[in-house]
């Protein structure tokens, strides 16, 4: 039976995006829970630090690289939502992000209750059929029309046409389309802009994964120091939406990725605190500004994307960007269970998060500066200076100058078209 065209910012849309927040709660909420089991699992398998820390990185490196069935649900619904949203994208995106929050939340609450009740065994069986309902999910997000989908934006060659079947060339080519290498290829800040995330990520989850370990290391109780995890999902429940509303702005519309970068910055320097002390109450403190910094993370990380890609390229060039940012996911936890084996120190792990959240926050910020002085003076600024100097001496008059202007932006238009 073929499916309903829906179209954008209709009623349907608000139930899509009810559908991407409990898609991104299940999802991208899962694997923060899984430092509720690293010492349970460490016992069971009298494994080290950085054996164990292998779980965790796995599993989410998988969920964006596309496998264990999470990819599928949680990058459909960050790009269906590019389509269903034009004027509220950025408030929708953020609270979208906002069930990644309530993951945060209830994922650690009820991984405590059923290990305590069935133990991991009996834990991971039930969060199977929890995770099911994202099929659910996926039946809500029905096709828009291709007459209300975003245009292209410029600064991307248009897309090829369909070669002929059984062509090297051709298949090359489509490759290189699908990964979005060509995107890759010839837009600079989506280069820039990737390998930031790319190595940002390898210290951003690092919390995730340690805070409850080192607050149980540091003779912190196992319940309280599972509420640390629910309580910063909890304050991004609030903090997320916020931050959308805020970069949503027309007035900060060309400076969220500097925002992010900002969000970035203010996160890894927050990691800081939390090695300075292992005292719950400077924990629950950390944890309080911590989730200020990740929720302006968490609401811009994909909206940054979608300001940089064209939306008609945006799927693959977010299937691209998980995929690079897993290699990352995947290095990150182990890397820092073998920095934990080798010291005995947990407060070396945030010092390793805190390194690679400062220096991607000042690699993209400057390199997004660098660009923005590029492209203002690109080939438009030149001829227009050219224009102007060349008027007094043609003896043209302001009306003539600004049709020469006119003309010449014409002209230009044509050639970076092409």
Not at 204 to 216: D, K, M, S
Not at 276 to 305: E, K, N, P, T, W
Not at 307 to 328: Q, Y
Not at 387 to 394: D, H, I, K, M, S
Request: charged share 10%.
């Amino acid at each position: 039976m073929p499916q309903a065209l829906e179209c954008s910012e209709g009623c349907w849309a608000w139930m899509v995006l009810l559908a991407s927040v409990v898609t991104q709660g299940l999802t991208l909420g899962f694997p923060t829970c899984i430092g509720i089991f690293f010492t349970e699992l460490q016992r069971e398998f009298q494994a080290s630090n950085s054996e164990t820390s292998w779980f965790p990185s796995i599993l989410t490196a998988m969920l964006h690289a596309g496998g264990l069935g999470m990819c599928f649900s949680f990058q459909s619904s960050i790009t269906v939502l590019g389509f269903y949203f034009t004027r509220w994208r950025v408030l929708a995106n953020a609270l979208a992000s906002a069930g990644v929050s309530l993951g945060i939340m209830l994922w650690p609450l009820l991984s405590r209750y059923l290990l305590e009740d069935l133990g991991w065994r009996g834990s991971f069986l039930i969060f199977g059929g929890v995770l099911l309902h994202c099929c659910v999910c996926g039946a809500i997000l029905r096709p828009v029309p291709a007459s209300v989908t975003p245009e292209t934006r410029e600064g991307l060659p248009p897309p090829s046409k369909r070669p002929a079947r059984g062509c090297p060339a051709a298949h090359g080519r489509a490759i290189q389309r699908h990964l979005a290498l060509d995107v890759l290829r010839h837009n600079a800040g989506y280069r820039v802009y990737t390998l930031g995330v790319v190595w940002m990520v390898v210290g951003f989850p690092l919390p995730h994964v340690f805070l409850v370990p080192y607050a149980v290391w540091h003779g912190v109780d196992e319940h309280r120091a599972a509420l640390l995890i629910s309580l910063i999902g909890f304050s991004n429940i609030f903090l997320r939406p916020m931050a959308g509303l805020v970069a949503g702005r027309w007035d900060f519309a060309s400076h969220r990725k500097y925002l992010f970068s900002l969000a970035a910055l203010l996160n890894g320097l927050t990691n800081l605190v939390c090695a300075a002390s292992a005292d719950f109450r400077v924990l629950v403190g950390y944890c309080l500004v911590y989730s200020v910094s990740m929720s302006g993370i968490g609401a811009l990380l994909f909206q940054v994307l979608m300001d940089i890609v064209p939306m008609d390229r945006f799927s693959s060039a977010l299937g691209l960007f998980t995929l690079l940012e897993s290699i990352s996911i995947l290095i990150s936890p182990p890397l820092a269970g073998l920095l934990l084996d080798t010291t005995s120190n947990f407060s070396y792990v945030f010092y390793m998060s805190s390194f690679f959240l400062i220096s991607a926050a000042l690699f993209m910020g400057g390199s997004f500066w660098a660009l923005g002085k590029m492209e203002g003076q690109g080939p438009q600024a030149e001829v227009q200076g050219a224009v102007t100097e060349a008027a007094p001496e043609q003896g043209l008059t302001v009306e003539d100058t600004d049709g020469a202007k006119k003309r010449l932006r014409v002209e230009i238009m044509n050639v970076t078209s092409v």
